[in-house]
Each structure stands twice: as C-alpha cells, then as structure tokens.
Nanobody, 125 residues
Framework: QVQLVESGGGLVQAGGSLRLSCAAS????????MGWFRQAPGKEREFVAA????????YYAGSVKGRFTISRDNAENTMYLQMNSLKPEDTAVYYC??????????????????WGQGTQVTVSS
C-alpha cells in the first residue's frame, strides 16, 4: 500500500509560480512511476505530467510543457511539480498518483493505482 499526500496548492495571480509536493509512504516508492493529474469543475481528470522511477523519463501535457517541471527525490519519498507562468486555465484540483505495477511513466490515469486527496490551485487573472 502507498499513501500519498499533496501540499503546496493555493491562490496565485496569473504569471506567478507554485510548487506542489507529493509525500509518499512506503519503502517501495522509488520503484513506482508517478504522475500529476488535475481536474477542473465540470471536467474530466486530465494528465499533467509523469516521471519514471529513476526520474530519467518525463512526460508533459502539451498545455503545460515548458512551464511545469516534474521531479522526484527517492531518498525523501517525495515528488514535486514546479509550476511557472501560471494561467487561469491551470485552475483545478491537482492530484498525485503512483503506478504500483510499473516503473515506467504513463500518461493514462487508468494505469495508476494510488491517488492522493488533491490540492486546490487557483490562478486569478
């Protein structure tokens, strides 16, 4: 079992930055691929970014590429999402997720077995 807890969300003006953290329990964190997803009101949960167990492979949604950076610290059992140049359309609840079956990153939410409770990110115009 893996438990995930997100933090770092908040209210920020357009153009600003936030860094989200995802703290994971369990000694096998370093073997899991991890991902960030987000869900805006009335919309489906969508892929944001994913990272392989080693951190070598990283994938981004087109809408955030060049603005967001995903990273992980396996020694600290923590994953991060650095978000720069935020836009009002980035407003959503952000979730971290872990793929318990694979060390390779996936962009599909259906591949992920464990989810955090989410953290709200609101970007004002």
């Amino acid at each position: 079992q893996v438990q995930l807890v997100e933090s770092g969300g908040g209210l920020v003006q357009a153009g600003g930055s936030l860094r989200l953290s995802c703290a994971a329990s369990g000694r096998t964190f370093k073997t899991y691929a991890m991902g960030w997803f987000r869900q805006a009101p009335g919309k489906e949960r969508e892929f944001v970014a994913a990272i392989s167990w080693s951190g070598y492979n990283r994938y981004y949604a087109g809408s955030v590429k060049g603005r967001f950076t995903i990273s992980r610290d396996n020694a600290e059992n923590t994953m991060y999402l650095q978000m720069n140049s935020l836009k009002p359309e980035d407003t959503a609840v952000y979730y971290c997720a872990a793929d318990g079956d694979s060390a390779l990153a996936s962009m599909s939410r259906y591949e992920y077995d464990y989810w955090g409770q989410g953290t709200q990110v609101t970007v004002s115009s």
